[in-house]
């Protein structure tokens, strides 16, 4: 199976380290809707983790509450801001996966890093690629997750799984990809992250 072969490559395909913050000055961001940034850029961290199941890996999402104030409803890896007191970008990745969907750290093992991914909402995000073999059901917590579910690898692989998403802001149109899955609609941020997982680290098509 491609999924089979693209796990054996993967940490070769990783940076051992998360990248350092450049100067505010030389970031560029994608997907760009917002109008101006206020601040400097927020350093975040998200988990891409590659869960272990009977039936082959997978890849998990979360759908987030609706009654947030920012992005709600809308689909994204288990993820959030890096705090002062976090160590680095994967222990704020896994912190956040356990508080959002009771991920047990101690099930994951960063394999390592994406480059940076900066974002039109200000916030310089680190991706953390890790194995996770769960000895638990994931739990959504409601105050921060409506759902949470996973896509096989295998669907992520597959070229054709991808289309293109399309939003009008202030007469401009600006564009991602777009991921259907089982009902659940990837897009923005998440899905773009995808697809640089899916070039860079997967296939290999695209190099870091």
Do not use: C
């Amino acid at each position: 199976m491609r999924s089979e072969r693209a796990i054996a490559q993967i940490p070769e395909r990783l940076l051992d380290m998360p990248q350092p913050m450049p100067d505010a000055h030389d970031l560029v961001a994608d997907f760009v809707i917002s109008d101006a940034f206020k601040g400097p850029p927020v350093p975040a961290a998200v988990l891409i983790a590659l869960v272990k199941r009977d039936q082959g890996y997978t890849v998990l999402y979360t759908e987030r509450a609706t009654t947030l104030r920012r992005h709600s409803g809308q689909v994204a890896f288990p993820g959030g801001r890096i705090d002062p007191e976090d160590q680095d970008a994967a222990y704020a990745a896994l912190r956040e996966a356990n508080e959002e969907v009771a991920l047990d750290p101690r099930d994951a093992s960063v394999l390592g890093f994406m480059p940076y991914y900066f974002t039109g909402t200000n916030y310089f995000i680190t991706p953390v690629v890790a194995m996770v073999d769960p000895r638990g059901p994931f739990m959504p917590n409601p105050r921060e997750v409506d759902r949470v579910f996973e896509v096989p690898l295998e669907t992520l692989i597959d070229d054709k799984s991808y289309g293109t998403y399309r939003i009008r802001h202030q007469g401009k149109e600006h564009t991602s990809w777009q991921i259907d899955y089982d009902g659940h609609m990837i897009w923005g941020i998440t899905a773009n992250l995808t697809r640089r997982f899916r070039d860079s680290v997967l296939t290999g098509e695209v190099a870091l």
